[in-house]
């Protein structure tokens, strides 16, 4: 690609990790190499095994098990910040490389609502990525400075989920 931009899938509804796994779909499909990284999640989610099955996508790997970050304890998060850490300057170096023609950083802004990455990283990234890499960023809430990079920002908005009803997420739907 001659020029790679910047996604943002957010908002409060559901399909931000289903579009970006849409659009890391569609890049293998065309031959492009993609680097698949998620954020505040455990490694037991559908999509990461149907994107394995791409031999020009890479996916990082993810703990096993990872409580929310409202429930953990100090302890916890320290540890949660430290993998995550590390895996964003791994994300970062790919980046800069030009090594992938599309990133995904799968609930990266709601990682900075948390306080794991920093505003100032995050558009580091962006302003010093390849400039033929394309970049998607989801999550909630993503900081303003950081709409402000992208070329893209799309919005899901909850309107009705199960989850209101009591139902708890579905394998395979939700995860």
């Known amino acids: 690609m001659q020029q790679g ?17 849409g659009l890391c779909t569609r890049a293998a ?3 492009l190499r993609v680097l698949f990284a998620q954020f505040l999640k ?12 791409f031999e020009n996508v ?9 409580k929310f970050v409202r429930s953990m304890t100090d302890e916890e998060f320290a540890k949660t910040k430290d ?6 300057q791994r994300c970062a170096a790919c ?3 030009g090594e992938y023609d599309l990133i995904v950083l799968d609930e990266i802004c709601s990682t900075v609502g948390h306080g794991i990455i920093s ?12 400039p033929g890499t394309e970049l998607v960023l989801t999550g909630r809430d993503p900081a303003p400075e950081i709409v402000e990079l992208a070329d893209y920002v799309t919005e899901m ?5 199960p989850f209101q009803q009591g139902i708890p997420a579905r394998k395979g739907i939700e995860y």
Do not use: M, W
């Open 5 to 21: 931009l910047v996604h943002i899938y957010c908002g409060n509804g559901k399909g931000k990790t289903t579009a970006s796994v």
């Open 29 to 31: 499909g065309r031959g």
């Open 42 to 53: 455990a490694n037991d989610s559908g999509e990461r095994d149907a994107l394995r099955s």
């Open 58 to 66: 890479t996916v990082l790997d993810l703990p096993e098990k990872l």
């Open 83 to 88: 993998y995550f850490s590390a895996q964003f």
């Open 95 to 97: 980046a800069k490389s």
């Open 119 to 130: 505003v100032p990283e995050l558009a580091a990234l962006i302003r010093e990525k390849a």
């Open 157 to 161: 908005t909850l309107v009705k989920h």
